[in-house]
């Protein structure tokens, strides 16, 4: 089966440009998350799918970040506008079910440059 | 809230070497405890976990004890490989947050000839 997909795999973009960040999840999986790694730092959680809904988005930054996930598959993640501190690395993960026990798959990432 | 504190990297070792890289826990209840690793280029998989107290997880030749005394997820390999560089990241779920996973910064081990 195929894994969890990111697009684009880098991006650098000018302070105050906006971004748009995709995830497609494995098929099937109901649960999608998104994750931060600020360069060094730990791997920081942002929000989690069920579905189309969120679920928790406690982690979100603040409201220059917005999520969808419109039909429940694809995912996307817009910066907009794009400071310096969100740099970093943006994982996507899925999961079939919610379960503490339940393993996540990760993409690969897309890393974000803003200059 | 959840945390994790794992040891800084870099750690650089020569092959066959013995490894541990170090990870405790702050949580309420019985965590969940796992190791990730992210080799060059690729995303996080999972490496091992475990699920209760005194349990062993392991993998590839690496393991890990779930120590609730001691609030402990040290990660170990008794002969590690040039393949084996990676960065590693212990994380944790708790039973209240669903599969919700709470990183450690990552530890990034280099292993040379």
């Known amino acids: 089966e195929a894994g969890v997909t990111q697009f684009p795999s880098h991006s650098v973009i000018e302070k105050g440009q906006t971004v748009t960040l995709r995830c497609d999840p494995i098929?099937?999986?109901?649960?999608l998350y998104w994750y931060r790694r600020v360069m060094g730092k730990e791997i920081k959680f942002l929000l989690h799918f069920v579905k189309e809904s969120k679920q928790d988005e406690s982690g979100m930054p603040n409201n220059r970040f917005l999520a969808e996930r419109t039909g429940g598959t694809y995912s996307t993640l817009k910066v907009q506008p794009a400071e310096l501190e969100d740099s970093g690395v943006y994982f996507c993960?899925?999961?079939?079910?919610?379960?503490?026990?339940?393993?996540?798959?990760f993409g690969n990432g897309t890393r974000l440059t803003v200059t | 809230g959840d945390s994790v504190t794992q040891m800084e990297g870099p750690v650089t070792l020569s092959e066959e070497a013995f490894l541990t890289i170090n990870c405790t826990y702050t949580?309420?209840?019985?965590?969940?405890l796992f190791w990730y690793v992210q080799y060059p280029g690729e995303g996080l998989q999972l490496l091992l976990k475990a699920t209760k107290a005194d349990d062993k997880g392991s993998n590839k030749g690496f393991e890990a004890t779930y120590r609730k005394e001691t609030t402990s997820f040290h990660l170990e390999k008794g002969s590690v490989q040039v393949s084996d560089s990676a960065v590693y990241f212990c994380a944790l779920s708790s039973k209240g947050g669903g599969n919700k996973l709470t990183f450690g910064t990552g530890t990034q081990l280099k292993v040379e000839l």
């Open positions: 949580a309420t209840g019985y965590p969940s």
């Open positions: 098929s099937g999986h109901d649960n």
């Open positions: 993960a899925s999961s079939q079910d919610s379960g503490h026990n339940s393993p996540l798959h």
